[in-house]
């Protein structure tokens, strides 16, 4: 056991090393998030895109975190739809991935709120990572492509966002 002198001068030793290391790496992580407007603005493109293919989905936006941030849901879709976009946009959200590259992944279908069906893509552009945009309603390959058109829909503005 150290005595207290011996402490003091461990610690006069090591904290030049210490102050050395905090300085060169960063102590704070900087992640950016979506604002409701373009969250919103995404969904509303996704289902609008499905209307035009001749299907009735719900679509919804999570953070990155999971958290649904916008949904949106055709009056004439299925009920089943609402909690179907929503955890499709959790996983692909939380895995970065789109949904349809995790299918292959059995040992993910025990994790909590997971949902490994296609229609959800993940919301990255410009090197930046926001969360994932998921649509439920219509043959799996259409949702995925509705979803696409809701990502589509505000790329731009997050390409070009300080």
């Known amino acids: 056991m150290m005595n207290n002198r011996t402490a003091f001068l461990v610690a006069a030793l090591l904290a030049p090393a210490i102050s050395a290391h905090a300085a060169a790496t960063s102590l704070t992580v900087q992640s950016r998030s979506l604002d409701s407007e ?27 975190d999971g958290n649904l941030l916008a949904f949106l849901r055709n009056p004439l879709s299925g009920p089943h739809t609402v909690l179907v976009s929503q955890r499709k946009a959790f996983t692909s959200a939380t895995l970065q991935a789109a949904t349809a590259q995790m299918q292959s992944r059995p040992d993910l279908s025990f994790a909590p709120g997971i949902l490994l069906i ?36 505000i790329s731009e503005a997050l390409e070009f966002s300080e």
Request: one cysteine or more; charged letters at 20%.
């Open 38 to 64: 373009l969250a919103s603005r995404a969904v509303v493109a996704a289902v609008a895109d499905c209307v035009n293919r001749g299907y009735k989905v719900s679509a919804a936006v999570t953070g990155r």
């Open 118 to 153: 296609q229609g959800g893509v993940p919301i990255s552009v410009g090197g930046h990572f926001y969360g994932g945009i998921a649509v439920a309603g219509a043959d799996p390959k259409d949702d995925e492509k509705c979803a696409e058109a809701g990502l589509a829909a």
